[in-house]
């Protein structure tokens, strides 16, 4: 078999790209809570390469170990780890917002990539050997209005990124952080709760990055030699200029 890379959020968008994109060179362990797309992704890669589909919600401690303990044997060497899973719920000012947003914002994007990394990194470290790969956001460098909860879980995933590192670093594994800027996904179809007229405006007058192009940085920094690490990333499309700053062609 070839080496393994375990991907979350692999059911749509950046995680669906990245699975696409690592079947070629990996065997693939593709992680998502929505069934059906999950079984249709694992139909179409296995054309390409072994996968092994694991249905659990990132943000339950507990269903995390227990999938992940339930891998068979032949399938816990993982080498590389993508924590994608993640979303953003609502955007209102600190005074307005909603508390169930905020709790399955801080759930998913910050408690579930802790959980999954606890859970694979000590594989890594006892092989001495492994390149965690985190998908951030420039929430997580830049905070924006009415963004205030969804930023704050994506400061505490650059954080967590950082304590990794250096924690990790002894035990010869890579971590990386790979913030994009506007890519266009389900994300803000999400975030404002199926409005499409909304999610659309988020790139309106602008060409978006797109799923494919964060793929296309993770597959970069995989094959970088063994002594090169690209610890941080920061990646916009080219009409945008800052979190809040954005050259739309209206």
Request: aromatic content about 6%.
């Amino acid at each position: 078999m070839k080496k393994i890379a375990f991907i979350t959020g692999a059911t749509s968008g950046i995680g669906e790209a990245i699975a696409k994109m690592l079947a070629s060179d990996y065997a693939l362990i593709i992680c998502g809570r929505r069934v059906e797309r999950l079984e249709k992704l694992a139909d179409a890669l296995r054309a390409k390469t072994d996968v092994y589909a694991l249905t659990f919600d990132v943000s339950d401690s507990k269903t995390v170990n227990t999938a992940i303990d339930s891998l068979p044997s032949q399938w816990q060497d993982i080498q590389i780890l993508v924590n994608n899973a993640g979303n953003a719920h609502g955007r209102a000012p600190i005074h307005e917002g909603d508390l169930a947003d905020w709790d399955a914002m801080i759930d998913s994007n910050l408690k579930g990539l802790l959980y999954v990394t606890r859970a694979i990194t000590p594989g890594m470290v006892k092989k001495k050997s492994g390149d965690i790969i985190n998908i951030g956001s420039i929430a997580g460098k830049e905070v924006y209005p009415d963004g205030n909860v969804y930023c704050a879980s994506k400061f505490g995933v650059d954080a967590a990124i950082k304590g990794m590192r250096i924690d990790l670093n002894p035990y010869g594994i890579r971590v990386v952080g790979i913030h994009p800027g506007l890519v266009e996904t389900e994300f803000s179809v999400v975030r404002f709760k199926g409005d499409k007229d909304k999610s659309e405006s988020v790139y309106k007058g602008i060409t978006p990055l797109y799923a494919n192009d964060i793929a296309e940085t993770v597959k970069f920094v995989v094959d970088r030699p063994p002594h090169v690490t690209i610890a941080d990333i920061t990646i916009f499309p080219t009409a945008q200029a800052s979190s809040t700053i954005v050259n739309r062609q209206l």
